[in-house]
């Protein structure tokens, strides 16, 4: 089992940054892929970012490439999201979650998922 709590969320204006993290217990997440997914208002959840289990690799959604950078620490079993250049699309409930192996961008291939951190983009 995988707890995953998620933190960082907040309000901030259309050019802004956030930093999002997410503090994992229970099982070591350094044997689990890392990704963050959202969830705008009447929309589905969507892909945003994976890293790899190591770190070595990433792979983002093309809307946030260049803006957005996922990083881990596996020492301290945290995942984090570093936006940039937020942009009211954006807005969303973001997710973090955890797959047991390698990365996906699929979202029913994660077992274990926190609540979820709002985040707002004013315009």
């Known amino acids: 089992q995988v707890q995953l709590v998620e933190s960082g969320g907040g309000l901030v204006q259309a050019g802004g940054s956030l930093r999002l993290s997410c503090a994992a217990s229970?099982?070591?997440?350094?044997?689990?892929?890392m990704g963050w997914f959202r969830q705008a208002p009447g929309n589905e959840r969507e892909f945003v970012a994976t890293?790899?289990?190591?770190?070595?690799?990433?792979y983002y959604t093309d809307s946030v490439k260049g803006r957005f950078t996922i990083s881990r620490n596996n020492a301290k079993n945290t995942v984090s999201l570093q936006m940039n250049s937020l942009k009211p699309e954006d807005t969303a409930v973001y997710y973090c979650?955890?797959?047991?192996?390698?990365?996906?961008?699929?979202?029913?291939?994660?077992?274990?998922w926190g609540q979820g951190t709002q985040v707002t983009v004013s315009s």
């Open positions: 890293i790899s289990r190591n770190a070595a690799t990433t």
């Open positions: 979650a955890a797959k047991y192996g390698f990365f996906t961008t699929r979202q029913y291939d994660y077992e274990y």
């Open positions: 229970g099982r070591a997440v350094s044997t689990y892929a």
